[in-house]
């Protein structure tokens, strides 16, 4: 039986480190107004990403920055394909370093919004696990 959510409630970010802390087999199912996408996981290491006419990392990245829709889990579920080789850790970081840049672009470079952005995303990434304080 699979799990069922709302990205407000559960981001994509604390789904993929559930399943990677647990070395589980999933397919990550999205939905919202913005379409449908899906990302796999094999024994906790993402294998794949798909979203429109993106595949890889190029999906997951657009995926991430998902606030709002709906998820489904599906245990047991294979990857069509590897698209992905990277790991989680450094998947998740780049994604949020990108979200980060591409909010920054549309403030003022009067600013160090983007300074305070990156300290929040990286307190978040400690708080979760994901990456641990030197």
């Known amino acids: ?6 990205l407000k409630d559960m981001s994509l970010v604390d789904i993929i480190q559930i399943f990677n802390a647990e070395r589980k087999t999933v397919a990550v199912h999205l939905g919202s107004e913005l379409g449908y996408g899906r990302v796999y996981i094999k024994d906790g290491a993402i294998v794949h ?3 429109r006419e993106f595949t890889g990392p190029d999906a997951f990245f657009q995926l991430l920055a998902w606030h709002d829709g709906e998820f489904e889990v599906e245990p047991d579920a294979a990857a069509p394909e590897r ?3 990277e790991s989680p850790e ?3 970081l780049e994604g949020l370093r990108r979200l980060d840049e ?3 672009k549309g403030r003022d470079a009067g600013g160090n919004v983007g300074d ?3 300290i929040r ?3 978040r990434l400690i708080e979760l696990g994901i990456i ?3």
């Open 1 to 6: 039986m699979g799990v069922k959510g709302r």
């Open 49 to 51: 990403a798909a979203y």
């Open 83 to 85: 698209t992905i080789n």
């Open 90 to 92: 450094g998947l998740i």
């Open 102 to 104: 591409a909010r920054g």
């Open 116 to 118: 305070l952005e990156s």
């Open 121 to 123: 995303l990286m307190n």
């Open 132 to 134: 641990e304080k030197a």
